[in-house]
Structure formats: structure tokens, C-alpha cells
């Protein structure tokens, strides 16, 4: 499939540039240590929008880089099964691949942070509050509203994104997740998101790291598929797809 290379290359992208902000901001002696929510929100949503251009440009033009995306447009069907289990493949594997390169490129950081929680934190999400149904219908909710609003802006009634236009729509879509519902949860609204780099946690040789705190790791996974699965139901009931 000539998409595959695009869905792993602009995973790994997105996860590069996303895990990177998160570590810039939270690593000891990052010129960024402590530049807060504003930034990391930022950098998610100028991830998503260079790993779109990175997917498109290798011949991805869905650029799902979301196992979610892409269970919600397998349900559409602009993939088959054997399509979309091979694009969630090569997400996953991007997502691993984007944050080892975050702990290569922040080398000399990790054993100076003393908090292990913190440095999962540059890999995966985690919970304020940790609550398993609410953490679920966060996760949920998000998604659905993400894919939602992917929905929306490909309706014929919206009229025709312009070429180039579409990957800065995405980023801003992330980051307006990020910045009204990603308190809770920490919005991972993507499963290659948490999985790939929880992962990449686990394998590294990463000084001074903790557990990778499996017992959560379900929730970003689940949640976001339930979540596009809602949201293709209620756009296909509102006759927008």
C-alpha cells in the first residue's frame, strides 16, 4: 500500500515533534523547563500539522496518523480491513520510532530528572485525577469531538478545503482539544499517541526511569476507538459524511 510509508513516517513526526514539547518543557536544564500547558498544546497541534505534510507528501493523502482516524473512516469506507489493520500497523510503529528519537535528542536530560512520573510524562498521558469510568469518557469525548470536526470540515455543505490549507485545519482541531479538554487526561485522543511512546518507555535504556504504568495504558487505547466509532454514528445520522 503506497500509504504506508506516509501513515509511519508522519506518525513518527507528530510523535517527535509532540513528546518533544512535552520534554522540553519538563526535563531538568531544558531551556524550556516549565514554559507550561500553552506551549505543550502548541506543540501537539504543530506536530499534527507537520506530520500531515510529512504523510501527504509520501503519499499518504488521508495523513490519518490515528488508529482512531482510522477506524472511523474504515467505518466510511475508504479502507478495507486488511487496509486499515495495516495503516494502524505503521502508526503504532511510528509512534515507537518518534519518541525514541525525543529520548536521543534529550540524552543528557533524563538523568538529571529525578521524577520518574514526570519522564513518563514526555512518553504517555496520565490522569489528574485518576478515575477509570471518568478517565474513559474523557478519552471518549475528545475523540468524538476530534473526529467529529474532521467529519464536518470534509462536508460537502462546508465546500472544498484548498490544496495545502487542509494539515493547518488539523493542527488547529488538536489544539483546540488540547486546550478545552485536554486537562483531564492529557488528551492522547490518538492510541499510536499513548501506545507507541508508552512502548518506546518500556525498551529504552532511559536513566533513572519508573514503571511505564501499563494498568492505565488501556484507556487512551479504547477510549479514542470508541470515540471515532461514536463520531462516525452521529455524522452519518446528521448526513455530513
Sequence with gaps: ???????????????????????????????????????????WAFGVTMGIFTAVALGAPNA???????????MAGLYTVPQAIATMVVELLGGIVGAALVWLSFLPHWEITQDKAAKLGVFCTAPAIRSSASNLTCEIIATAMLMFAFFALGAKQVGAIPAGVGPYIGGIVVWSMGL?????????INPARDLGPRIAHAILPIAGKGGSDWGYAWIPVVGPFIGGAIAFVIARAAAII
Excluded: H, Q
Excluded at 32 to 43: D, H, K, L, N, R
Design 1 to 43: 500500500m503506497s500509504n504506508l510509508l506516509g501513515e509511519f513516517l508522519g506518525t513518527a513526526v507528530l510523535m517527535l515533534l509532540g513528546c518533544g514539547v512535552c520534554a522540553n518543557v519538563t526535563l531538568k536544564k531544558s531551556k524550556a523547563e516549565g514554559a507550561g500547558w500553552i506551549v505543550v498544546t502548541a506543540g
Design 64 to 74: 490519518d496518523l490515528n488508529p482512531a482516524v482510522t477506524l472511523a473512516r474504515t
Design 180 to 188: 478545552s479538554l485536554g486537562g483531564p487526561t492529557g488528551y492522547a
